[in-house]
């Protein structure tokens, strides 16, 4: 039977089939795509990119055959769909372009809900109802039954209902069996069926409110607790090399894993983006892995857990091709198609890859297999088609860097912001430099060095500086000098300092906000032009207005906040010098910021510990002088101080939430005036 489908397929014109197709219940689809197609840049953000995949057509017939609550299906290299049609009790046999081959199970099967064709074509059909898996030979015959183990490691209170099913070269079989939470059940088909135990279990998660919870209460209050069990997998997937790909919902960034035959999940960090409700997940040809959820949209990720595409959408009743209310299951064929089974409409939606997704498949395969040199090519055009693919820009700037091409690398790691890549290509970068100039760079610091001692000498010989001391002498008698330079003074003895702020009048208003001025524009060049390693902000994003009027909501709120709370606590210190203190704590930032800025320029990725550290000191040092300037300028005890801090942090969640309860009314009052205006410019109109 299969041998003359073939011939008929090898010579039926595809004119043919769609001629027949309205017939058949082919649907093909128009030429706009009904849903956009997505990515995920370097900084973690969805990106609209140029479509992916193109909604073939959609079959909700095989044949004559109607689906009936379909569960799942499968397709073979050789092209024939296997689908799991439960309402009707049998696995259906079909083409991927929807023509009837046969059926297989019935008078065994009782709801199949899940399906696989192993590499000898035996069928394994996963019967929840039936309590059992079953396994077909390529003609349907029924070869074994597979019930509930009869290990007592299984559990002897669990039951045996399977939902999904997998086959691994060996014949060993990975079973999802709902409800039970222990992890997909491994079965050996030695002696009839052979337990080997619980694979790729689930964590169960627990947040730190159950843990205090279970430490305090008693026996008998435990016991009453809701039961914190791992969840059981959605559904899972082979690969070509054994590797176990499951879905779980409601595990958050683990919600897709990559399992070695250990049990290992290999996407150890899980993903940035993830299905909120995946129902099924499929392994794709070039080491990437699919994952739909069950509104309608479909995730594909590379073999390190990264998105590389979502698409799709929910059908919204019009019923075009393309659109899915309720995903069932995924399968790929060797050509990269996939297909989704829609168990709602009973209805096969097929897509095939664009040209950009197979140049991108092709850069996958080669990328993966350690070919550098020939993924350029296929990388090349990809970038031509969209230079800001990220993944793209990382797969290349890693091929250059195996070509110890390191400042191309370089650039495309940071088009693509990839910190690692551009880190390793950094270090190489650095070393090939140093080798080069490290003769000149020793001569230029024994120089320096060597003429600041000769202009030492020569000035207590022949007092040379004594011009530009007596320039920097009087500047330094000027009053806004004085009391920007008392800052330094201030914060090497902070107790000192504090008194001359509380009984001298040091500080002010104007040099203060000197100091202040200073620490908002060295904030601000740091932020956009520090090193790539260590900036937070997308490159060419700017939003300078937000920067320094942060910076000053802050300030003001912290000097007014903590005078209204040293004023109620009998402080000594008025507003100005409250103001004083606080940017007088700002010096720590801003004489070692700019040592920090020159770092993060020098240092790669595994050296920012060093960074780390300053950026400790930093924020140390500068919350220390606050603290100490708090206490001393008022006068108060180490109590008094701590009390003072908690109420000032506190008036000032209430005086934002104040304002933000004035913002809400005046953005109504606003509306309701321009509601107002526009009615009554439209009644004069008429």
Request: glycine fraction near 8%; charged fraction near 20%; aromatic fraction near 12%.
């Amino acid at each position: 039977m299969r041998t003359g489908i073939k011939r008929m397929r090898a010579i039926a014109p595809l004119i043919v089939l769609m001629l027949i197709a309205p017939l058949s219940g082919l649907a093909y689809a128009d030429s706009e795509t009904p849903y956009k197609t997505f990515t995920v840049d370097g900084y973690g953000r969805m990106r609209e990119t140029q479509t992916a995949y193109l909604p073939l057509y959609t079959f909700t017939r095989i044949g004559g055959e109607t689906l009936n609550l379909p569960a799942d299906l499968t397709v073979t290299d050789d092209g024939y769909l296997y689908v799991a049609d439960a309402g009707n009790s049998r696995i259906v046999i079909g083409t991927t372009e929807g023509e009837f081959v046969g059926t297989m199970g019935e008078g065994h099967l009782v709801n199949p809900r899940g399906v696989f064709v192993a590499d000898n074509k035996h069928v394994y059909v996963a019967d929840r109802d039936a309590e059992a898996v079953f396994e077909f030979d390529e003609n349907g015959a029924l070869l074994n039954r597979y019930t509930k183990p009869a290990s007592p490691l299984y559990g002897d209170t669990l039951s045996f209902l399977p939902i999904k099913v997998v086959v691994n070269k060996a014949g060993i079989m990975f079973i999802i069996c709902e409800s039970n939470t222990n992890g997909i059940v491994e079965i050996s088909p030695t002696a009839g069926g052979t337990f080997l135990g619980y694979f790729g279990t689930n964590f169960a998660a627990t947040d730190l409110r159950t843990i205090i919870y279970r430490a305090i209460l008693t026996d008998a209050q435990r016991a009453k607790m809701v039961g914190n069990i791992p969840a059981t997998p959605t559904n899972l997937a082979i690969d070509e090399d054994g590797l176990i790909y499951t879905v779980t919902r409601g595990d958050g960034a683990k919600t897709l894993k990559r399992l070695n035959i250990a049990g290992t999940n290999l996407f150890r960090d899980g993903a940035e983006w993830y299905a909120g409700s995946p129902t099924a997940v499929a392994a794709g040809n070039h080491d990437n892995v699919y994952v739909v959820e069950q509104p309608g949209f479909i995730w594909e990720y590379n073999n390190e857990g990264a998105t590389l595409f979502v698409f799709g959408a929910s059908d919204d009743g019009t019923q075009r091709v393309g659109l899915s209310s309720m995903i069932a299951s995924i399968t790929v064929d060797s050509n990269d198609c996939l297909y989704i089974l829609d168990g709602d409409q009973g209805r096969i939606q097929v897509y095939e890859p664009t040209e950009f997704t197979k140049l991108l498949h092709n850069a996958l395969c080669l990328y993966s297999k350690g070919r550098y040199t020939e993924s350029k090519e296929p990388l090349t055009k990809i970038l031509e088609m969209n230079s800001m693919f990220d993944y793209a820009n990382r797969a290349m700037g890693r091929a250059y860097y195996q070509e110890e091409n390191y400042e191309t690398a370089l650039r495309y790691a940071r088009l693509a912001k990839d910190y690692d890549g551009y880190s390793d290509a950094f270090w190489e970068i650095r070393n090939i430099w140093l080798k080069k100039n490290i003769v000149l760079l020793i001569f230029v610091i024994a120089g320096l060095w060597l003429a600041f001692r000769l202009i030492r000498f020569w000035d207590r010989k022949k007092n040379i500086l004594e011009k530009p001391r007596a320039v920097l002498g009087k500047l330094r008698e000027k009053p806004l000098i004085s009391n920007i330079l008392y800052a330094n003074y201030y914060m090497r003895h902070p107790i000192d300092g504090s008194y001359g702020i509380a009984a001298e009048g040091r500080g002010g208003w104007a040099a203060p906000s000197v100091i202040l001025g200073a620490f908002m524009l060295e904030y601000v060049v740091f932020k956009y032009l520090c090193g790539f390693l260590q900036k937070t902000v997308a490159e060419g994003s700017y939003d300078f207005f937000s920067d320094f009027g942060g910076i000053l909501a802050a300030m003001f709120a912290l000097t007014v906040c903590n005078y209204l709370v040293c004023t109620i606590n009998n402080g000594e210190a008025n507003i100005k010098k409250i103001y004083t203190y606080f940017c007088y704590s700002l010096m720590p930032y801003i004489l070692l910021v700019p040592v920090l800025f020159a770092l993060s320029h020098v240092l790669a990725a595994n050296e920012l510990f060093v960074s780390l550290l300053l950026r400790i000191v930093i924020y140390a040092w500068a919350l220390l002088l606050a603290v100490i300037g708090i206490k001393e300028v008022n006068n108060f005890t180490a109590g008094e101080t701590a009390k003072t801090i908690f109420l000032t942090f506190f008036t000032m969640l209430i005086m934002a939430l104040l304002c933000f309860i004035i913002y809400v009314l005046w953005a109504q009052v606003f509306e309701f005036v321009s509601s107002l205006v526009g009615e009554a410019v439209y009644r004069l109109g008429m």
